[in-house]
């Protein structure tokens, strides 16, 4: 298995670190305009390698590097500063995309490879790489709402005094400001949440759950404060999609691919089946009346904003 990463600075990085670490993979080639960033990430990888498992890391100075490759993962472009969301990246990050895409599908099999997006503003990303590779759908996928799930999960663990693997919560739509926490399908181990909170005699009100989820919806934004980009998670959710592509695990991942959704062609996350041949299935949760109308207005959200490149 070849995987490349396209664009190795802090996300790149740590999704390297992380794919590695997965050892599924045999060979990993860094491709990044900055090439002697890319080269410098290929040492430092190839020796944190040799404690592990046995894969090959290389960087390659032209996208010639990346042919066989089974699975290319597009980690560059600009991140937020401070003060700017995902949506500010979006005439920035268009320009990247557009450099890239036509230059990966020149030197990969396009029957069979699979593209992982990363980069911000994910849904939009995700919706010009599939129209400028013309690639199925299914084999488009964004991380989506993964992190944004897993951030929900862990302060509800927190909260609830659960393991968060034990908690299936899903946050759907926009990787973004207008995500939606579906807490109407929230399960604790085998029971619903209202029930796990009856029983364990926790208490969550609805000021409670306004603060998880602002807290959820700000993550990033806390943690970019603090370190200047969020890295380690991100390198995490790309590592478990990864493993259910390789594996053929059909997960379900909150995953972001182009579909119907209210009747519009857009890229969004719902809870995805996803296999071998990348998003098998996207499927629908229960919503409360309230959860659809948030989800409604995040799906027109996405659409403006494509509209606003698509020109
Ligand atoms: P960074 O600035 O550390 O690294 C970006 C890298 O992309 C740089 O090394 C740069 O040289 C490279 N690059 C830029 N344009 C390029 C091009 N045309 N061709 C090849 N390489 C190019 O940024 P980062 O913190 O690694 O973030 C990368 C992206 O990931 C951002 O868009 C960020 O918002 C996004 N991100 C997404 C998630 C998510 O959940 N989807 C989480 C964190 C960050």
Not at 37 to 53: K, M, Q, V
Not at 78 to 93: H, V
Request: proline letters at 2%.
């Amino acid at each position: 298995m070849k995987i490349a990463i396209i664009g190795v600075g802090s996300v790149g990085s740590a999704v390297a670190t992380a794919v590695k670490n997965t050892g599924f993979v045999h060979e990993i080639v860094l491709f990044d305009r900055d090439g002697v960033r890319a080269r410098a990430a290929a040492e430092d990888l190839g020796h944190a390698a040799s404690f592990t498992f046995d894969v090959k890391i290389t960087a390659v100075s032209n996208y010639r590097g990346i042919r066989g490759s089974d699975i290319v993962i597009i980690s560059a472009g600009a991140n937020q500063k401070i003060g700017e969301t995902r949506t500010d990246l979006l005439n920035k990050n268009t320009e990247v995309i557009k450099d890239i895409i036509p230059k990966v599908m020149a030197n990969v099999d396009a029957k069979n490879v699979k593209i992982i997006v990363v980069t911000n503003p994910l849904d939009v990303m995700v919706m010009l790489t599939q129209k400028l590779s013309k690639l199925p759908a299914g084999r488009v996928i964004g991380t989506g709402t993964m992190l944004d799930s897993a951030r929900l999960r862990t302060i509800l663990s927190r909260q609830l005094d659960v393991a968060s693997q034990s908690i299936n919560a899903y946050v759907l739509g926009e990787h973004g400001d207008s995500s939606v926490i579906n807490w109407q399908s929230i399960s604790i181990g085998a029971i619903s949440l209202d029930d796990y909170c009856k029983q364990t005699k926790i208490s969550l009100p609805k000021t409670t759950r306004a603060t998880i989820e602002h807290r959820t919806r700000n993550a990033a934004y806390e943690i970019i404060k603090g370190r200047g980009a969020t890295w380690d998670g991100i390198g995490a959710a790309v590592a478990e999609l990864l493993r259910s592509l390789i594996n053929d695990s059909h997960k379900i991942l909150t995953v972001s691919s182009v579909n119907r959704f209210y009747n519009m062609m857009i890229a969004m996350s719902m809870p995805c089946i996803v296999g071998k041949s990348g998003v098998i299935q996207c499927l629908k949760p229960n919503m409360s009346a309230g959860e659809n109308a948030l989800l409604r207005k995040s799906a027109k959200i996405i659409y403006k904003n494509y509209q606003q490149i698509a020109k």
